[in-house]
Each structure stands twice: as structure tokens, then as C-alpha cells.
């Protein structure tokens, strides 16, 4: 059984940054696409970053480009989202997510069908 389990969110002020972790069990790296969600209340939830692909690259959305860094570290089963530079429009709930890897990167919500419990993300003064 594919379980996802995220922590590290928090209350953070613009311009600070926080580190997401990912617990993973279940499934191993190289046989699945693994992406970071977020969702901010009354908005559609969104891709953040995503691994996959035949090549295993990385996905961005642009608004997070040069801001965010998504990683895994293997040994630990564990995926990771480094957030800098916060800024209040970055508050949301946080989700990690996975589904078998396919030839292409896809990073919309409807390609994962295994979800965390999420963990909630606030930038504010």
C-alpha cells in the first residue's frame, strides 16, 4: 500500500523559508512519479513540483521557479520541497502525492491517484 505522509509546514513571514518532507512507504523512487500540490482555500489544487518521466526530470510551476526545490533522498524514502523566499500568495495546504511513472512528466492533479493528509503552509506578518 502506497502511504504518504507530509510535515515541516508552518507560520512563516515573507522571505522566510521552510522545508516540506515527505515520508514515503510502500513503492520504490524509480518506479513512480512523485509531485508536490498545494491548495489554497477556495482555489483549485495545484501542481508545485513533480519528478518524473522517462528521464526523471523536475517540473516548476512558474510562480515557484528559482524559489522552490523539490529532492528525494532515496535511502530515506523521503521527498522534500525547500521553499525561500515565501510570499504571503504561497499560503496553502501542502500535499505530496504519487502514481506510477510513465513516459512523460505530468503534474496535474488528475495523473496522482495516492495522496498525503497534507500539511498547511502560512506567509504572513
Known amino acids: 500500500e502506497v502511504q504518504l505522509v507530509e510535515s515541516g509546514g508552518g507560520l512563516v513571514q515573507p522571505g522566510g523559508s521552510l522545508r516540506l518532507s515527505c515520508a514515503t512507504s510502500?513503492?520504490?523512487?524509480?518506479?513512480?512519479?512523485i509531485g508536490w500540490f498545494r491548495q489554497a482555500p477556495g482555489k483549485e489544487r495545484e501542481g508545485v513540483a513533480c519528478?518524473?518521466?522517462?528521464?526523471?526530470?523536475?517540473y516548476y510551476r512558474d510562480s515557484v521557479k528559482g524559489r522552490f526545490t523539490m529532492s528525494t533522498d532515496n535511502a530515506k524514502s523521503t521527498v522534500y520541497l525547500q521553499m525561500n523566499s515565501l510570499k504571503p500568495e504561497d499560503t496553502a495546504v501542502y500535499y505530496c502525492?504519487?502514481?506510477?511513472?510513465?513516459?512523460?512528466?505530468?503534474?496535474?492533479?488528475?495523473?496522482?491517484?495516492?495522496w498525503g493528509q497534507g500539511t498547511q503552509v502560512t506567509v504572513a506578518s
Open positions: 519528478i518524473g518521466g522517462y528521464d526523471r526530470r523536475t
Open positions: 510502500g513503492f520504490s523512487f524509480d518506479d513512480y512519479q
Open positions: 502525492a504519487a502514481d506510477i511513472l510513465g513516459y512523460n512528466l505530468y503534474c496535474g492533479r488528475t495523473y496522482y491517484s495516492s
